[in-house]
């Protein structure tokens, strides 16, 4: 019943790429990198209210995170989600277009617990 349409909110997700190093005007390494995500996935998922108690014991008591995101096995397996995945929810994909093109999503991935039907995603927002 989980996966009920009703129940379920747009998420957007960028998969880890790779990271960069920045360079200035002249071509020189600044010593700073940045990271680069792919682009922005939109999906369907069961996305909890807020955390609670029933989400706890899936996860632990260490854990911190806000909400988790449950989905379908097989879309999980498409989407390639993963421990560097962040993630929009609750909005659209936005950029940081002043100094790069970095996104600025609300939420990382925490932890990810598979079960052979469903996929739970803990995610902690920054």
């Not at 989407?79 to 929009?88: G, H, P, Q």
């Not at 936005?94 to 598979?114: C, F, G």
Request: hydrophobic residues 35%.
């Amino acid at each position: 019943m989980r996966d009920c349409k009703k129940n379920t909110s747009i998420v957007y997700v960028l998969n880890f790429k790779s990271k960069e190093k920045v360079v200035d005007g002249s071509g020189n390494y600044t010593g700073e990198e940045t990271i680069t995500y792919d682009d922005p996935q939109a999906f369907r998922g069961n996305v909890s209210g807020a955390k609670g108690n029933s989400q706890v014991d899936v996860f632990g008591t260490d854990i911190k995170y806000d909400k988790v995101i449950v989905i379908t096995r097989d879309k999980f397996d498409k989407l390639k989600i993963d421990e560097n995945s962040v993630f929009f929810i609750d909005k659209e994909p936005t950029y940081d277009t002043v100094i790069t093109t970095s996104p600025l999503y609300n939420y990382h991935v925490s932890r990810i617990a598979k079960t052979l039907n469903e996929v739970a995603i803990a995610v902690k927002e920054v």
